[in-house]
């Protein structure tokens, strides 16, 4: 899920935010999830009353502030700034010198009613982390099928934090299983997914007495955990975009150090040699299957995606292989039995790492 936040924030060279009287509201416009987008430069729109339309540049310095934010991306030519529209939560803002330290990226959702916020991702020092294109990218791994999102930014300063700035409703639906391990690591199981039962464990006792005809049933506890089982194919067409496991790191092992260069071109010509296409390379298929493996049986949390049964955090157990022998063993379908291990919510998807703040 991917957003594009654009006309937030305006910018200055140097100097401090511009305080509420020369301000006109700020929004945050083409949400959609995943990247904050920094362009270059403002502009000013000029509208005669003819109604022609004209474009100047705007050149702002400490003693010349813009007056109007226009519809133009970011700028991150300089230094990073933002307008507080007028107030901050920890007091009024009324002087100047008040540069921004970092940004804060919120989400609310309509099972909040659209009014609990919730810090996502902190963005820090964010000149130093952007792309060639003054591209910023975040990925929300973690939402939920179906379910209608707004974000927001909210800058900070001094530990103080300004207005929140909100996107629009976005949303996103799944097609498919996904599994997302520590440090945003998602595997999607896309072949073959299976879930044949639900089963939601409670703890009860039932009592039979010699002078009732009815058992007495009492619940002991406050356990209600869901237990199901989940399968599907392994196979590296699962994985095309290669987010799961880039094919420049897949014949390295984690623990070894890196060999300083991409081994990807090596084995094509391994693969060219033998005659080895995307549809019968076992080579391949070997080490995309022991890296899946490895992920099912790290022993740590994961989050479980599905369009059907929603979000849980759960842990596998039982992980088994079963190798397609129509197909001579290229590929295997694998199984497993998940059991949710704690609550959905962003705290515990941090305290997991699989999502950190």
């Not at 929300?140 to 996107?167: A, H, N, W």
């Amino acid at each position: 899920m991917t957003i594009p936040f654009n006309h937030v924030l305006a910018i200055r060279s140097a100097g401090s935010l511009m305080p509420a009287s020369t301000q006109n509201k700020v929004e945050v416009s083409d949400c959609m999830i995943n990247a904050l987008r920094i362009d270059n430069g403002l502009k000013l729109i000029n509208k005669t009353i003819d109604g022609v339309i004209s474009e100047s540049e705007i050149v702002p310095n400490a003693n010349n502030l813009p007056l109007n934010a226009t519809n133009s991306d970011w700028s991150v030519n300089t230094e990073f700034y933002a307008m507080f529209n007028g107030d901050l939560e920890a007091g009024p803002l009324s002087f100047f010198g008040n540069e921004v330290d970092s940004i804060m990226v919120r989400r609310t959702s309509n099972r909040k009613g659209f009014k609990q916020w919730e810090d996502v991702n902190l963005i820090e020092d964010i000149t130093s982390r952007i792309d060639d294109k003054f591209n910023y990218s975040f990925y929300d791994r973690c939402v939920e099928s179906g379910i209608i999102y707004r974000y927001g930014l909210q800058p900070i300063s001094q530990e103080k934090r300004g207005t929140l700035f909100q996107g629009g409703n976005t949303n996103v639906v799944y097609e498919d299983i996904f599994l997302v391990g520590e440090n945003g690591k998602q595997l999607k199981i896309r072949f073959n997914p299976n879930i044949t039962s639900i089963r939601k464990n409670i703890k009860e006792s039932r009592v039979e007495t010699i002078g009732s005809k009815y058992p007495y049933i009492t619940r002991n506890g406050n356990v209600g955990y869901k237990e199901f089982p989940l399968s599907g194919t392994i196979t590296h067409f699962m994985d095309t975009t290669e987010e799961f496991a880039p094919r420049a790191d897949i014949f390295i092992e984690d623990e070894f150090i890196d060999v300083g260069y991409d081994m990807s071109s090596d084995y094509e010509a391994i693969y060219r040699e033998n005659n080895l296409t995307p549809y019968n390379n076992q080579i391949l298929e070997r080490e995309f299957r022991e890296k899946v493996v490895d992920f099912l049986q790290d022993g740590k949390p994961k989050l479980f995606k599905s369009p059907i049964e929603g979000c849980m955090i759960v842990r596998l157990m039982d992980v088994n292989l079963t190798p397609n022998l129509q197909l001579g063993r290229l590929i295997c379908d694998f199984s497993c039995t998940a059991i949710e291990v704690d609550e959905y919510n962003l705290d515990n998807l941090e305290k997991y790492k699989i999502q950190e703040r």
